[in-house]
């Protein structure tokens, strides 16, 4: 045989990274016309369905037989919408000083249904976070800051301040002896189970000068969960009140002979200007009387944001499909044999094609959730409708959070494609991990356990991460996934879906490696 | 890198099916090897192994020197062609061919250059899922191309062509081992390599049964035979077989004699007066050394044979 010289390409040698591999994923997704169609029509339905939910939503409030706009609720100190509402006997307080009392018992009154239609059925009774005891607050303005060490129904003794802050003292309830003791900024509250030997609680901050001190007393409502025959359950929330007789009373720091101010805060005044459910005071010689309605805690009134990202099922399904056949169209056709050659390092490969589906969904999902929420919001207050207050960062976590909810399903979904090889087997899997669960869980269909675990365990999990509404020990109200309300915290719940995901990816890289294809 | 590609002793199993039995042959540069033998052979087989698609149980393959694996720019080393149905319907060829320039660093204006080689400039966009076998196996040769690779694996790469289409690829083929590329064409039917490779590679049931150049394949399938036309064939029958000859017909006409040289068979028939009108040596086509080898090796034979 005659000698041969081999051939030498003249073609200069590209580069051969995972830079590389990431755009040539890039180039298969943009060029295939039904993936990008798929991904536009995530984007369309989170807004259409987030615009027509928010243009179908109306509400509106009666004052008596008056229709009016719904008030919003007073928001505290710290932007959050919140209950402000109770009976406060108080003076002014212009400097340093402080307040001691006794607070001898709660009794108090709970409506429950009637058994005989149209007569009142009231019983004696205190809920658990009915508190009264006394008060330091800037003015009576509802959501004014303040500071109050209190006994309560039955979570012993708190300190709480500026609605969201919460201390618990030592369990049981009265006789206690309470005491608030203010210097500069600093607000000290402590109790004491005979007056003498006192046991500090905790201790608040709140600016210099003016403000009011005194005694308080609030009931929330009676909240019942009934189950219902199909498994979910009703929440209702009945009339209650509490009354505290208080004495011993000393103030410091007042002036001398300084006289009790009285006022029923954020008490509702019926048409003909009469008070709804009036708190009182009544007072014989030392003792005082208080008895209160209402509640001094962060509220759950206004719809949170994440309302109107409704749209985000339906997106996510059609997530779902476009990032399993982004990968197992490959399989179908024998492509990935093409992906393989030039891209021998399968695990590089295949965390390409994630890398790449995922930013483009982050990216589709993050301009759906950035024109849906404040466009929504808008349409929503337009139409009367009361919007619980949203803090910048809180917007822009539910925003980003429900894009990278998406492009995280992405991943999972693409490696439930290339492990299973079949689009139809490996989009049935993504909707029974992801989808099923979360409508199980927040349909109303479970019992509560059983939804918080399922929204534990699952991928559902991740939704977590557009709850805006942050929720607190102190508030009452039914904290169950049928009502919004997710067992973990946003990111945990999030870390969950990602570490399925992760362990999803794990699974197809390593079979993807052992393979043949 | 040297443009060879050496198999090794590969063996695997696909079950109870033993695929790869102790493959091994090299292939060279500077030529097109056919790499042939009946379907279920192991051909793809070999090829996807070399590629580092399927792993072989035993036994090793490496383009030049080294396991495909291990390749960096994949497609600057060895260009394949393996199913030219592999293509995402939607995408546009162009784009098809983009994706892959881009996996390996390269640019658009590359893929104009292998579009305009393969002759698809005019389809190029167009969604590859209206194009003709034909054009899909032009589309899978352009990517092989891609790279500008010294080495290149083409299975069956004539299925599906036209005559035309069939004529354009030899001569593509042996243009591209003229410059010096190692050029690995598998093929069931030996007829299509005919004038295209120099070097064959025969593998029956998992294993080579030939590897030997095109020209010595030939004489050795020709070898001591004669053909012979007469007019008297009992007469000629019985003359040869006396002389030690072994005579078989295969006409009415016509004999194929082995062991005797034909200026011998002249003269013995000239001796005993037999008439005859054609003495001639017997040519094998290269089809039929092709099925004198794989007789054996054929896994599903016709039941008349």
Redesign the interface.
Known sequence: ?TA????????R?????FA??L???W??LR????WMAGLTLTTLLIVLLGVLFATGSRSSCMNGPIEVPCPAPPTGPGGEAVEDRFYFVHQQLDDDGSITVRVNNLTGQLRKPDVTPGVRNVVPGVTPWAKAGVMIKQSVRQGAAYAAVMVTGSHGVRMQHDFTEDVAGRPGGAPRWLRLTRTGETIVGEESADGSRWTRVGTARMATGRVRVGLFAASPGDLTVTSNVIGGAATASRFAEVTADMDQVSVRGVAPGGSWTRDDIGVTLEADGTPHHPGGLVRSGDTFRITGVGDIAPALEGMPAERVLTGVLAGLVVVIVVAVSFVT??YR???I??T??????RGRALVAKAVVISVAVFVFGLVAAAVTVPVGRALLAGNGNVLAPLAPLTGLRVIAGTAALLAVVAVFALALGSLFRRSAVAVIAAIVAIVVPYLLATASLLPDEVARWLLRLTPAAGFAIQQSTVTYEQMTARFAPAEGFFPLPPWAGFAVLCAYAALALALAAHRLRRR?? | MEATIEVNGLRKRFGQTRALDGMTFTVLPGQVTGFVGPNGAGKSTTMRVVLGLDAADEGHALVGGRPYASLRSPLSHVGALLDAAALQPGRTARNHLLWLAHSQGLGAGRVDEVIEQVGLTPAARRRAGGYSLGMRQRLGIAAALLGDPPVLMLDEPFNGLDPEGIVWIRGFLRSLAAEGRAVLVSSHLMSELQDTAGHLVVVGRGRVVADTSVADLIATASRDRVTLRTQARPEAMSVLAAAGGTVTVTDRDTLVVSGLASEHIVRLLASRAVPFSEVAAHRASLEEAYLDLTRDAVEFKGAAR
């Open positions: 045989m041969v010289t081999p051939y030498r390409s003249g073609l040698a590209g580069r051969d990274g590389q591999l755009r040539a994923e180039t298969k060029t295939v016309r039904g169209a490959e056709r024998g492509l044999r093409t393989l050659l030039a891209a021998p390092r043949d294809v």
